[in-house]
């Protein structure tokens, strides 16, 4: 006989959740419901009709945490649309920009899940002081390359509005070494707290949370429209994809559920490793160690982009509007963002698609709940950054 | 005591704004005083300051004066670089949206201690934004000196053109200098000739916005400088914060002013206060009127919101 157990609302991470598990006599998860709850705000809809220039803007404002994301996306789908080019640097300060948002973002998430593993006040508000120092740095690189930290303005179809100056070069390469060794220490703290986690518990790290769900990615930094076989992705609504019996649960998921190649894909850092670096951890906890070591990465490529970089090159391209369908896909700190947008010759968008980088995980996180121990259900939902 | 101090004096705080003292100074460097205004106080200020690393980027006004569109017209710059402060020398007798690079010398130049030169009312804003900033996130600590210039009007660009081309009889290419001084408005060339105005015939030129001012000396500034009340090529002096003063007296230590006391120059002090009253009687005179035929009195619209 199996009980209904209803977490309402789930805590600590960054959207609106809420989960409904079906348990048995023991405790464990029989089947999961993780549903979406933040209201629908109908972006979609509201871009019909207006100029490019304001949706890619607007599209920012789908969130608060990680607005660069949906800028990029967004400004490389109507670029695909109307065949423009931004040019070299412009693209580098993009990636940029957004790669600060990463920083942060990941750091964050690592704030958000610590009171699952440290209960020592001083080991947490040391690790907290860190987390903040870089995040701190990580919003500075928002700051300065796309001109304001939330809602970055800088960034534009054609490029960036901006090049920045040498001396900021320099700042941002000096402070970016400094987070590159918080992050270190950081990253050791992350790997030390879930193996101490999966130990006390006597979780097997491997085991724990698995799923067999595919993993898609499509770029380890940026994004690549070129990896992501549009044919093959399908948006179904909540009650199409848990079925009638489940209609209660169902009406309660806000949005649509993305699938690839019928069956619901794993998105994020996890599955950026998997796909680029061939490895295949597959105990849930394993996110939160890869986590830490892509923020790691991020800011690596951050010295690189910076390297690169010539301050005085162009950054925007100049550009007429012109008919056409294109896709913008970028990889968020959460995963694979996905913008569509059809303009016709006047720049008029004619019809726009959003596929949010969370909402590929919310039915894998269902899956990665199944068959583990009730009181382990948010944990297991908070190593995906929803 | 320094040397500053004891010549400093102080004025009347209702004309001249708070302040701790008002001295004459101009710079004692050659490649300064060639090229600017008068007694080149703010160019000095700011190259001293960016070379011993006390500002990482300033905000000034430069004009091209051969630009083939428009000469004269000044553009905001963020200058990082002590050499090309010269450039920006001497004053522009128009409108030059300062403010509006602030962020970006903050956001995409990376400066951390911005000195900024404006006129009263830029000064004020910069000041209102510090109190409050909506669409200023991170600017506000990152403003580390903040230069007044001492202003009665402006000028839009098209007004401007119009006195030296329509009134003066210069083109604007051929200008190499403006001033304002001894009730006229003077128009230097590049061959040497010399026009001038009487001030009462450009008042029909004057920008809108400068009649509701009752601001004369940046009274929110750090330091102000003009050249009222000082001798030609000397600068008035008016130092409002401990900041400033601090920074001018290590700059009059290692002999890059030359002070002297206000009550040794002609015109003097009272010529300030004068000219400040001045602009606060007829301006103040402007805004009854406004508020008599129910026009929104200016700094006070939110009020009425």
């Known amino acids: 006989m199996s009980e209904q157990v209803e977490i309402q609302p789930t805590t600590r991470h960054e959207g609106h959740g809420k989960l409904v598990l079906y348990v048995d006599d023991e405790g464990y998860v029989e089947r999961a419901f993780y549903l979406n709850t933040s209201a629908i705000r109908g972006f979609e809809a509201m871009a019909k009709g207006r100029p490019a220039e304001f949706v890619q803007v607007a599209v920012m404002r789908i969130c608060g945490i990680c607005q660069a994301t949906h800028g990029t996306a967004s400004a490389e789908a109507f670029e695909r649309a109307m065949g423009i080019e931004p040019p070299r640097d412009g693209r580098l300060l993009r990636e940029l920009c957004a790669l600060g948002n990463r920083i942060q973002s990941h750091v964050l998430h690592q704030l958000l899940v610590l009171d699952d593993f440290v209960e020592e006040e001083k080991e947490k508000v040391e690790a907290i002081k860190r987390i903040q120092q870089i995040r701190k740095i990580g919003q500075y690189v928002v700051d300065v390359v796309g001109g304001e930290g939330i809602h970055p303005p800088n960034i534009r179809i054609g490029g960036m509005a901006e090049n920045i100056s040498e001396s900021a070069r320099k700042r941002l390469y000096r402070r970016l070494r400094e987070a590159r060794e918080l992050m270190e220490e950081q990253h050791e703290f992350m790997r030390e707290i879930v193996e101490r986690f999966a130990e006390e518990n006597d979780l097997d790290l491997d085991e724990f949370g698995r799923h067999d769900q595919p993993f898609m990615a499509t770029h380890p930094t940026y994004g690549d429209p070129e990896r992501l076989d549009l044919d093959r992705v399908v948006e179904v609504l909540p009650i199409e994809y848990y079925g009638e019996e489940h209609k209660e649960e169902a009406y309660e998921h806000n949005g649509q559920i993305p699938l690839y190649d019928g069956v619901p894909v794993e998105v994020g850092p996890r599955s950026r490793y998997v796909v680029f670096d061939g490895v295949d951890p597959r105990g849930v906890l394993y996110i939160h160690i890869l986590r830490s070591q892509e923020t790691l990465a991020a800011i690596d490529r951050c010295l690189n982009i910076l390297e690169e970089l010539n301050t005085s090159g162009k950054t925007l391209a100049e550009w007429e509007p012109r008919a056409g369908t294109g896709v913008g896909v970028h990889e968020a700190p959460r995963g694979t963002n996905v913008h569509i947008a059809t303009v016709n010759e006047k720049g008029i968008v004619e019809d726009y698609r959003i596929i949010a980088a969370s909402t590929w995980n919310f039915p894998v996180v269902e899956k990665a709940i199944e068959g583990e121990h009730q009181e382990y259900a948010e944990v297991i939902m908070r190593c995906y950054d929803i | ?305």
């Not at chain 2, 001293?48 to 500002?55: A, P, S």
């Open chain 2, 1 to 305: 005591m320094s040397e500053l101090k004891e010549i400093m004096v102080k004025g009347d705080e209702g004309l001249l704004g708070e302040h701790l003292g008002v001295f004459t100074a101009r710079s004692t460097e050659r490649r300064i005083l060639r090229v600017t205004q008068d007694g080149g106080i703010v160019s000095s200020i700011m190259v001293y300051g960016l070379e011993e690393g006390k500002f990482d980027g300033v905000i000034a006004a430069v004009a091209d004066p051969d630009d083939p569109e428009e000469p004269w017209k000044p553009r905001p710059v963020v200058i990082t670089d002590p050499d090309e402060v010269l450039e920006a020398a001497g004053t522009k007798y128009t409108y030059c949206p300062n403010v509006s690079v602030l962020k970006e010398a903050v956001r995409s130049h990376g400066c951390e201690r911005v000195a900024m030169v404006g006129t009263p009312c830029q000064v004020r804003a910069v000041r209102k934004a510090q109190l409050l900033p909506v669409g200023m996130r991170h600017v506000p600590d990152k403003i580390e000196l903040l230069i007044g210039i001492i202003c009665m009007e402006n000028f839009p660009y098209e007004g401007l053109k119009t006195m030296v081309e329509q009134l003066c009889g210069v083109w604007m290419r051929e200008v190499a200098k403006m001033d304002i001084g001894k009730g006229k408005f003077w128009v230097y060339t590049d061959d040497g000739e010399v026009k001038s105005i009487p001030i009462d015939e450009t008042h029909p030129f004057e920008g809108e916005p400068c009649h509701v001012c009752t601001d004369y000396c940046a009274e929110l500034s750090d330091l102000t400088a003009g050249s009222v009340g000082s001798p030609d090529g000397w600068s008035t002096v008016i130092v409002r914060t401990e900041k400033a003063l601090e920074l001018l007296e290590e700059m009059v230590e290692q002999g890059l002013l030359e002070v002297k006391s206000i009550e040794e120059v002609k015109p003097g002090l009272g010529l300030v206060e004068k000219l400040a009253q001045a602009k606060k009687n007829k301006n103040q005179k402007e805004i009854e009127e406004r508020k008599e035929l129910g026009l929104p009195e200016p700094g006070k619209v939110h009020e009425q919101l």
